[in-house]
């Protein structure tokens, strides 16, 4: 199945989620396409945002992903209500992680669409 974004709907620097995706552009202007639920609680990475180093980070506790191979780099800052790390609980989320990385898909221009395959 093929998903579709209007490429002016997706300016440099951003995240969105098109159907199972988070679809991003880096601000280097490169795409990608990862699994839309994070691993830790499920949260919508759609609604995530990217960081300095370019890893798309999770809207509900801070946990960081790799955008090209969906690995996470760094685990969740939490877990419910809680906001702040903690050790044990994070480790064990990232090592999930790394046994089940987010998927990855193809993020390419065509037209003035992005199409995610």
């Given at each position: 199945m093929?998903?579709?974004i209007?490429s002016?709907?997706?300016p440099?620097?951003s ?19 990862v699994g ?18 370019g890893c798309l980070?999770c809207?509900w506790h ?11 780099v ?7 209500f ?5 050790p044990l609980y994070?480790g064990a989320?990232?090592l999930?992680s ?11 221009r065509q037209?003035?669409?992005?199409v995610?395959?």
């Amino acid at each position: 199945m093929t998903s579709l974004i209007a490429s002016q709907d997706l300016p440099h620097g951003s995240v969105t989620g098109v159907d199972g995706w988070a679809v991003g552009r880096q601000e280097s202007g490169e795409l990608f396409a990862v699994g839309r639920r994070c691993r830790h609680q499920r949260a919508d990475l759609g609604r995530g945002s990217l960081d300095a180093d370019g890893c798309l980070v999770c809207p509900w506790h801070g946990s960081r992903y790799d955008t090209t191979t969906g690995a996470m780099v760094d685990g969740p800052r939490g877990s419910l209500f809680v906001h702040l790390r903690i050790p044990l609980y994070s480790g064990a989320v990232k090592l999930f992680s790394k046994v089940l990385p987010l998927r990855s898909g193809r993020a390419r221009r065509q037209g003035g669409a992005i199409v995610v395959d």
